[in-house]
């Protein structure tokens, strides 16, 4: 593996460094990405049939990535712990919230019709302006027939309606559900996979203090210790041999120089 691929505004960075700094990308891609589904739940959703805690998890969650994999990318460029570790809490608080998510979805009680029936018996005594907009959206008329709690009593003669809205609201709110189970689930695969092989480069490249291998700087210049030789090693018989010479002739000197 090469050490260094890349130079960015004048620094050096190794492989691990780039492909850590492209999962942090991936995560900011992500989260984005849940957000928008959020919002999109949202605005979707029936404020009275329907749970809007799931929307706003998405929400919450979607920009808790972001942050995180903010915090990752400013961690693996400037090489700073701190930020590093915020990411640890910040990604098991966004796996959690995402396997609640799972578990409110699928194994969640669905909306039995009594459910139902209490929340447009609520609006029907409230506000029927929104029981008409119910009606036109999913071509229906009161709640279970024509009869049962329209919003005005020549829905049906005006319209031409005499199904209820009970069928349409369910599969709607079923099908919200259903998209918000897939959607958590492949985000949960793919954070758990960048995760996981951002923890194996970590845990491959750590040294003890610091997260990746250490950067390659050029054209450094190092002072010599006092007494060091500056002059490169020998490498070839001839420079071998004329610096045993050296050494002879210095071990000899010696010797005369001590009998006299």
């Not at 009594?114 to 008329?141: K, M, P, V």
């Not at 709690?149 to 369910?170: E, F, N, Q, V, W």
């Not at 845990?203 to 250490?214: A, Y």
Request: proline residues 5%; contains cysteine; charged residues 15%.
């Amino acid at each position: 593996m090469p050490e260094v691929v890349v130079n960015v505004h004048g620094r050096s960075y190794s492989m691990p460094r780039v492909v850590q700094a492209c999962l942090t990308v991936v995560g900011v891609i992500v989260g984005a990405y849940f957000s928008a589904m959020g919002v999109y739940l949202m605005s979707a959703s029936l404020s009275k049939f329907s749970y809007l805690a799931i929307p706003f998890l998405f929400i919450v969650t979607g920009i808790l990535t972001v942050v995180a994999s903010k915090a990752a990318m400013n961690g693996v460029l400037l090489d700073n712990n701190s930020f590093l570790r915020s990411l640890s809490a910040l990604a098991w608080i966004v796996i959690i919230a995402e396997a609640w998510i799972v578990l409110a979805t699928a194994i969640g009680k669905p909306k039995i019709e009594d459910d139902f029936r209490f929340a447009w018996s609520h609006i029907y005594n409230e506000n029927r302006w929104q029981l008409t907009w119910i009606e036109n959206r999913f071509g229906c008329c009161g709640f279970k027939s024509a009869s049962d709690m329209p919003s005005s009593k020549r829905c049906a003669d005006d319209t031409g309606r005499i199904d209820g809205c009970l069928g349409p609201l369910r599969q709607h709110v079923s099908h919200l559900d259903e998209m918000a189970l897939v959607w958590t689930i492949v985000t949960l695969i793919i954070q758990v996979t960048v995760y996981s092989v951002g923890y194996i480069i970590y845990s491959l490249t750590n040294n003890g203090s610091t997260w990746l291998i250490e950067e390659v700087d050029e054209g450094l210049d190092i002072e010599p210790e006092p007494g060091q030789s500056t002059a490169p090693p020998p490498t070839t018989p001839a420079e071998m041999a004329g610096g045993s010479d050296d050494v002879i002739g210095t071990i000899s000197g010696r010797q005369q120089h001590g009998g006299s």
